[in-house]
């Protein structure tokens, strides 16, 4: 896929190609479909980061609470998304032990119930045992801390999300 592909697309073409770069958050694609002409791979997506940074305090919570939580119900019933199926997949989150699947089922709760959204960690650049240590550090923050780590967390996932598809292949796993 080329810039001139990118720019020349409809807004039911750019929503259908781009609508999962933020996790179930078409919105913000939808809203930077009128920006185009974008310049450059790094324009389109300073510009999806520049409206995440514009948002309130609640639309930024709300960005963190699309995406579902790592190995949890979403998992077992068969409902992520394909990008979420294979992120958790390449972290080994899919093939976790009864044990690990109840501690960081019980990791999840904690962290949801101090936080009042789930954990998001790039979970291409990680993996299970790495996830579940960030957890367990991560509980430790305040909320506005924690807020920013996941914000920063849903960039790198966005940025690997437009580069696969730009570059029509897989990146590394681990950066």
Same mark, same amino acid.
């Given at each position: 896929?080329? +810039?001139n592909?990118?720019?020349?697309?409809?807004?039911?073409?750019?929503?259908?190609?781009?609508?999962?770069?933020?996790? !179930?958050?078409? $919105?913000?694609?939808?809203? /930077?479909?009128? #920006?185009?002409?974008?310049?450059?791979?790094?324009? $389109?997506?300073? !510009?999806?980061?520049?409206?995440?940074?514009?948002?309130?305090l609640?639309g930024?919570?709300? /960005? +963190?609470?699309?995406?579902?939580?790592?190995?949890?119900?979403?998992l077992?019933?068969?409902t $992520?998304?394909? @990008?979420?199926?294979?992120?958790?997949?390449?972290?080994?989150?899919?093939?976790?032990?009864?044990k &690990? *699947? &109840?501690?960081?089922?019980?990791?999840?709760? #904690?962290?949801?119930?101090?936080?009042g959204?789930?954990f998001?960690?790039?979970?291409?650049?990680?993996?299970?045992? *790495?996830?579940m #240590?960030?957890l367990?550090?991560? +509980?430790?923050? @305040?909320?506005?801390?924690?807020?920013? *780590?996941? /914000?920063? &967390?849903? *960039?790198k996932?966005?940025h690997?999300?437009?580069?696969?598809?730009?570059?029509n292949?897989?990146?590394?796993?681990k950066?």
């Amino acid at each position: 896929m080329d +810039l001139n592909t990118i720019n020349s697309m409809s807004y039911e073409q750019f929503l259908d190609t781009f609508g999962n770069i933020i996790e !179930r958050c078409p $919105l913000v694609t939808a809203a /930077i479909w009128s #920006q185009q002409p974008f310049a450059s791979v790094t324009e $389109l997506e300073n !510009r999806v980061f520049d409206f995440i940074e514009s948002l309130p305090l609640a639309g930024k919570e709300g /960005i +963190l609470r699309c995406h579902p939580d790592l190995a949890g119900r979403d998992l077992m019933r068969g409902t $992520l998304t394909d @990008e979420s199926q294979n992120e958790q997949a390449q972290a080994g989150l899919t093939l976790l032990s009864a044990k &690990e *699947k &109840e501690t960081l089922g019980f990791l999840n709760l #904690q962290y949801k119930a101090k936080f009042g959204f789930p954990f998001v960690i790039c979970a291409k650049m990680s993996d299970k045992n *790495k996830i579940m #240590q960030e957890l367990g550090s991560r +509980l430790q923050n @305040e909320q506005s801390e924690e807020l920013q *780590k996941g /914000i920063a &967390e849903v *960039k790198k996932i966005c940025h690997l999300r437009i580069c696969d598809l730009f570059l029509n292949e897989k990146l590394p796993t681990k950066l």
